[in-house]
């Protein structure tokens, strides 16, 4: 398990040195490989960087604290019901990204301005039923079928949440969101976008640079610099 806390730890620093922090907001989970039916989760009371070994709760899909010494966020359902729902995700991402949250109130679809935009080709669901808080299991049940087999979807005027094999994929999906955003925010800027990526070629785009290395090597350059 320490290694599993480990590379929780290590996502957390990621996503906060890379602006995704939101003072003790924001939440990262990893399923146990040995326990599939429960997973490591950030606790509540703390920023994203700074999750230990002494301080990550273990958590069932019930959404029941059943390890450590910390408090469990509220949030615990958008986890517990994307694991459940997902058997093949084995990391679940929910943050505050300013800049999706603030390209969501537009209610326009995201497009390719950018190589981000390419990673969500296939679509991005939005979350809409509610902006509060998802704090029940039925509001977990909910978000994660809007989710449905995509990668990423944003919680309207609320954030962002991935789901992926790995951590580092569910990372990289979380910076990338979050870029392909302020990418078309700027554009929106300056007018509009008028030239975007023809669909079908962000979509061949994304299935030839979404590849296991990449995540790992972009989490892992982040990660360098966060000890610079």
Same mark, same amino acid.
């Given at each position: @398990? =320490?290694?599993?806390?480990?590379?929780?730890? =290590?996502?957390?620093?990621?996503?906060?040195?890379?602006?995704?922090?939101?003072?003790?907001?924001?939440?990262?989970? *990893? #399923?146990?490989?040995?326990?599939?039916?429960?997973?490591l @989760?950030?606790p509540?009371?703390?920023?994203?960087e700074?999750m230990?070994?002494?301080?990550?709760?273990? /958590? =069932?899909?019930?959404?029941k604290?059943?390890?450590?010494?910390?408090?469990?966020?509220?949030?615990?359902?958008?986890?517990?019901?994307?694991? #459940?729902?997902?058997?093949?995700?084995?990391? /679940? /991402?929910?943050?505050?990204?300013?800049?999706?949250?603030?390209?969501?109130?537009?209610?326009k679809?995201?497009?390719?301005?950018?190589?981000?935009?390419?990673?969500?080709?296939?679509?991005?669901?939005v979350?809409?039923?509610?902006?509060?808080?998802?704090?029940?299991?039925?509001?977990?049940?909910?978000?994660?079928?809007?989710?449905?087999?995509?990668?990423?979807?944003?919680? #309207?005027?609320?954030?962002?949440?991935?789901?992926?094999?790995?951590?580092?994929?569910?990372?990289?999906?979380?910076?990338?969101?979050?870029?392909?955003?302020?990418?078309?925010?700027?554009?929106?800027?300056?007018?509009?976008?008028? *030239? /975007?990526?023809?669909?079908?070629?962000? #979509?061949?785009?994304?299935?030839?640079?979404?590849?296991? =290395? @990449?995540?790992?090597?972009?989490?892992?350059?982040?990660?360098?610099?966060?000890?610079?």
């Amino acid at each position: @398990m =320490d290694k599993q806390k480990k590379l929780l730890a =290590d996502a957390g620093r990621v996503l906060a040195h890379e602006g995704q922090g939101d003072y003790v907001a924001g939440h990262v989970s *990893l #399923r146990l490989p040995d326990a599939p039916e429960n997973f490591l @989760m950030k606790p509540a009371g703390m920023g994203l960087e700074e999750m230990t070994d002494e301080n990550i709760i273990t /958590v =069932d899909l019930e959404g029941k604290k059943i390890g450590g010494a910390f408090g469990r966020h509220n949030e615990v359902f958008i986890h517990s019901e994307v694991l #459940r729902a997902r058997p093949d995700c084995n990391a /679940v /991402v929910h943050t505050h990204a300013i800049y999706a949250v603030v390209f969501s109130s537009l209610g326009k679809p995201l497009q390719a301005v950018s190589n981000d935009g390419a990673f969500f080709a296939g679509g991005l669901p939005v979350f809409d039923e509610t902006t509060e808080l998802i704090v029940d299991q039925a509001r977990g049940k909910a978000v994660a079928r809007t989710l449905g087999a995509h990668g990423a979807l944003i919680l #309207r005027n609320h954030g962002i949440v991935t789901a992926a094999p790995t951590m580092e994929q569910a990372v990289f999906l979380a910076l990338k969101l979050n870029q392909a955003c302020q990418a078309q925010m700027m554009a929106e800027w300056a007018g509009g976008p008028k *030239l /975007v990526g023809d669909p079908e070629q962000a #979509r061949a785009k994304s299935a030839y640079v979404a590849r296991p =290395d @990449m995540f790992k090597n972009t989490f892992d350059y982040v990660l360098r610099r966060c000890k610079d």
